[in-house]
């Protein structure tokens, strides 16, 4: 197992709060990292450009003053999600940004560009990649990337379609650096049900959309208390890449869940999807196959008090089984 140095003595549970468009902010980041887990957003959430500079000097700030005050219970470092697309035109900027404040930890996605790596590590961050196959994950570590997240069926947003425990099996195969499993987790016992198929860390998103600290519509929450996998969608037409969804918000947009065309996947786009211009993350609502796990909307804290309660007692019934 290889659970990088800047994590190790700071996590409650081997967890990673995976990053949320739009929903994820720094209340919710804060909240993650004092928990015990690592608490992440995406770059384009902070909107303009020039907010990304402030939220990151609130998570420093916050979370140094919180370790300054409990020594013996340090908060999980952060990290900050970067879209490595065509797409997106603030890359650079909000790279040079994550210098600036050296972030702990940046995850990179829909694609694996050495210069992104080689500003992180210029101050001794690390890069984590999130791939949906085995090719792609050779690609990412050829290029620089230090681990690597297998988003695995089921998982929430884009996400791709093999087992996790084949995914794990062909990585582990060859690659013994830090690895992280996404894909419907959303308890302890997932959390070590994927450390017992080879992954590090369990990289959960969908549970904690349903927090208090989450800026997501209260509409959205509830839905994912009321729901369970059966109500999930997979489809590329709402932003070019394939993902689930929750089948009620598509639904509510006009449109038939059973019956979506596909999507021409050369105009990824993070906007708008759909005929009606219903917008992808705002009113179509991403989520994966956990969410049945979910029983109510509550604090962050009470979310990874749950989460840690449960991995211990899976430990306990593995261990006398």
């Known amino acids: 197992m290889s659970i990088p140095e800047s ?18 902010n720094p209340d919710l980041v804060i909240a993650q ?53 065509g797409s997106n035109d603030r890359l650079m900027h909000d790279v040079e ?18 210069e992104v790596f080689e500003a992180i590590h210029s101050y001794g961050g690390i890069c984590l990649h ?14 620089g990337a230090d681990g690597l997240i297998c988003v695995a069926a089921g998982a929430g947003g884009h996400a791709g379609t093999l087992s996790p425990m084949a995914f794990i099996q062909e990585v582990r195969e060859w690659f013994d650096g830090p690895l992280l499993l996404s894909g419907a987790i959303s308890t302890g016992d997932g959390i ?5 198929m080879g992954a590090d860390l369990g990289y959960i998103g969908s549970a904690f959309i349903a927090t208090e600290e989450a800026n997501a519509d209260p509409a959205y929450k509830e839905a994912l208390v009321e729901h369970a996998a059966a109500d999930i969608v997979y489809t590329n037409l709402f932003t070019g890449v394939h993902g689930n969804y929750l089948k009620t918000s598509i639904e509510n947009a006009g449109l038939d869940p059973d019956d979506l065309p596909e999507s021409d996947p050369s105009k990824m786009q993070f906007g708008s999807g759909g ?40 430990q306990q019934r593995v261990s006398s089984a």
């Open 7 to 24: 994590m190790q003595g700071r996590l409650s549970v081997p967890a990673v709060g995976a990053p949320l468009f739009i929903i994820s």
């Open 33 to 85: 990292c004092k928990a015990g887990v690592v608490g992440s957003f995406p770059a384009l959430n902070a909107r303009p450009a020039e907010v990304l500079d402030q939220w990151l000097v609130r998570i420093n700030e916050e979370l140094d003053a919180h370790n300054q005050k409990n020594p013996d219970n340090p908060a999980a470092p952060y990290a900050v999600n970067q879209i490595v697309h």
């Open 97 to 114: 940004a994550c210098v600036k404040h050296k972030v702990p930890v940046v995850i990179t996605s829909l694609g694996a560009r050495p």
């Open 130 to 143: 999130d791939v949906i196959n085995n090719r792609f994950a050779h690609k990412a570590i050829e290029k």
């Open 192 to 196: 070590l049900a994927a450390l017992a």
């Open 275 to 314: 005929s009606n211009k219903s917008k992808a993350w705002k009113d179509i609502w991403g989520c994966g196959q956990g969410i049945n796990a979910i029983k109510a909307v509550q604090p962050t804290a009470e979310l990874v008090a749950r989460l840690k309660e449960e991995f211990l007692l899976a």
